[in-house]
């Protein structure tokens, strides 16, 4: 996938969640987790800040890219709790192709399970 240049319309009044190894890698850049890190129904998410997630530079584009979360990773591959699909508000949906929405699903998958496992509960 190729994102669209200049767009982060998935970092405006984000709701990401985070996996505690999300979380350990961003320490290690020398964050402290209450700078980034909000709990909601238990599990952490991505701090905003004005709106807009708390890595997104004035200039528009993740100051952590590199380190970013796997949720973040594996945008605009969503789930309603029912189904797996590209969220349409993404400008480079049609850049996804079939193979990589297949590995993207599966990692959605494993993300998804984890956070469940992290939570403590059992699905």
Known sequence: MKCVEGCHICCIETEMELLESDIERIERLGYDRREFIRHVDGIPRL?????RCV??????????????PLGCRIYPVVTDGRRVFIDGICPAKKSIDTREFKSRREALKYFIGKLFEEKGDDG
Not at 47 to 51: A, P
């Open 55 to 68: 890595f997104l530079g004035r200039d528009g584009l993740c100051t952590i890219y590199p380190y970013r």
């Open 47 to 51: 701090r905003n800040v004005d709106g």
